[in-house]
């Protein structure tokens, strides 16, 4: 499991110097609040940002998002000087069994890889990378003779590298960002045998027709508990291995068959999150939860993800949402996502707040976030 993220100079997730920067601590459930443009968003990409650069694949992730890396750093002042800073430091440490194993590095913008490294299981290194070489445990340096992309491991033949290395390359390699989520890309017809719903949900299709009949079954019955009526779906093959997805269903009396392109939007979200609880992804990170969904279905879909046996991280502004958390989920999992006077995003556990602990004794958690004024808190809280 991840348990902290911390950053330097990535967008907002800065500070006045590294010793200062972001930092977050995630639970098994985590759910970002705050007001809009606090940066939740923003920690949500720096988190695909790191899969990417565990992959070696942050160039196509630039471009799907249609930016440049020039363009990551924190383009604010620091102490009334522009900063000047040239690479994206950070350092992510994760639970293994009781250990602690961390990965930190020092990331170059205008290269496109980490120049630094250092993966360690109990303060103990084991691979480092400096300069142009890197060790693995206590081997000699290696001297890099290869171009890389992102991090060094992407490289690096499996079976060389220490269990620790291959644990943090196997989490990031399980995250799933939904933060690109959308309903236009969900009904496009797909092809392949891929390995989730992809970045947008352009591969739903494509992916339900890969599973079994039993898989499906799985979804579709996990659906029922969130959408009124009986249904079903099928997926048929067209020209050049395309696939269709249709949704069949079932009321008193009469069968309607649509094409998924012509369901709605709130299903097809529906769909793409039950679906993606049913892969071998271990994380799923997902923005504004409540986007297009009515607000019935929200305790059914908060009891599926709070279950689910992957970490999750949402973010939301819907009072409801937080209303069905237990209180001992919220109080681990609930952080309050804010920017300081000088325009740094911070992060603080909700109701590690003095006063919102005390209100949650006799209110729910959705109702203290209606209670508390999120305008005022920032305010006292970046003043500190």
């Known amino acids: 499991m991840i348990h902290k993220i911390e950053a330097y100079n990535f967008k907002s997730l800065h500070g006045e110097d590294k010793e200062n920067s972001f930092s977050i601590t995630l639970d098994k459930f985590t759910c970002l609040i705050g007001l809009n443009g606090s940066g939740k968003s923003t920690i949500l990409q720096f988190i695909d940002f790191i899969c990417c650069i565990i992959k070696g694949d942050v160039v196509k992730w630039l471009d799907d998002r249609g930016w440049q890396a020039t363009e990551l750093r924190y383009v604010g002042t620091v102490n009334g000087t522009a900063n000047k800073q040239r690479n994206i430091n950070f350092k992510i440490s994760l639970i293994d069994d009781n250990n602690e194993i961390t990965w930190e590095a020092i990331y170059n913008r205008f290269l496109n890889r980490c120049v630094n490294e250092l993966f360690s299981i109990n303060n103990k290194v084991c691979l480092s990378l400096s300069k142009n070489t890197y060790s693995i445990e206590d081997e000699k340096p290696v001297e890099i003779n290869f171009e890389y992309e992102g991090s060094i491991v992407s490289r690096i033949k499996d079976k060389l590298l220490p269990k620790p290395v291959k644990f943090v390359i196997e989490c990031f390699q399980h995250i799933k960002s939904l933060e690109l989520l959308s309903p236009h890309l969900l009904r496009k017809r797909s092809r392949g045998i891929p390995y989730d719903i992809g970045r947008g949900g352009e591969s739903i299709t494509a992916y339900i027709g890969s599973l079994g009949n039993s898989e499906i079954k799985r979804i579709e019955k996990e ?111 609930l952080q309050f996502i804010y920017r300081t006077n000088q325009g740094f995003t911070r992060s603080i556990p909700f109701f590690s707040i003095e006063e919102n602990s005390r209100l949650l004794k006799s209110l729910g958690p959705g109702e203290v976030f209606l209670e508390v004024s999120l305008k005022n808190l920032q305010k006292q809280l970046s003043s500190i």
């Not at 249709?246 to 299903?267: A, P, T, W």
């Not at 599926?304 to 958390?325: E, G, R």
């Open 223 to 333: 659906m029922t508990k969130l959408y009124p009526s009986k249904f079903q779906l099928l997926v048929d093959s067209l020209k050049a291995g395309w696939k269709r997805m249709m949704v069949v269903e079932h009321y008193k009396k009469d069968v309607i068959l649509s094409d998924s392109r012509h369901v709605s939007d709130g299903f097809l979200r529906l769909l793409a999150i039950v679906a993606e609880l049913n892969t071998r992804n271990s994380f799923i990170v997902l923005d504004e939860l409540e986007n297009g969904l009515n607000p019935e279905v929200i305790e059914q879909l908060i009891d599926l993800l709070v279950t689910s046996p992957m970490q999750i991280l949402v973010t939301t502004h819907s009072p409801l949402i937080l209303n069905y958390l237990d209180d001992d989920i919220a109080i681990k999992g």
